[in-house]
């Protein structure tokens, strides 16, 4: 449930907004129905790991992964699909942290409701 409300929301709202709204709806959507942490880091990180290396696919297989290859060779990756596999572990890794913030935060929430301070 986690990986596919991170995955539409994420792929409609950036259209429109900036990169990192997947922290924003990571962090929400594992604070609010989050089952576990190793779900909300799991569930974050392969939700936005699929949708860049998609998004990154659709855009640059109809032009040869020309600017893929070129920004490759300028990172000093040298590979294009290298630099896919870091721009969606890297990503990945901020969506599942984010993910998992967004869980602890709700135990922390629920932890002080139930001590009363």
């Known amino acids: 449930m986690v990986f596919i409300v991170i995955l539409i929301i994420c792929f409609f709202l950036q259209m429109i ?3 990192w709204v997947i922290i924003v709806i990571s962090f929400a959507t594992c604070g609010i129905i989050g089952k576990t942490g190793k779900i909300a880091f799991w569930q974050s990180f392969l939700a936005i790991f699929l ?9 640059s297989l109809p032009n ?11 990172t000093g ?5 290298v630099l896919l596999i870091l721009t969606g572990f890297l ?7 984010s993910g ?3 869980y602890q935060f709700r135990m922390a929430m629920l932890a002080k409701k139930l001590t009363g301070k």
């Open 100 to 102: 998992y913030c967004g």
């Open 77 to 81: 990756v040298k590979l294009w699909w």
């Open 64 to 74: 040869d992964n020309l600017l893929a290859g070129r920004v490759a060779v300028m």
């Open 51 to 59: 949708l860049w290396i998609g998004y990154a696919l659709f855009k």
């Open 91 to 97: 990503s990945g890794l901020v969506a599942g942290i």
């Open 17 to 19: 907004a900036p990169w």
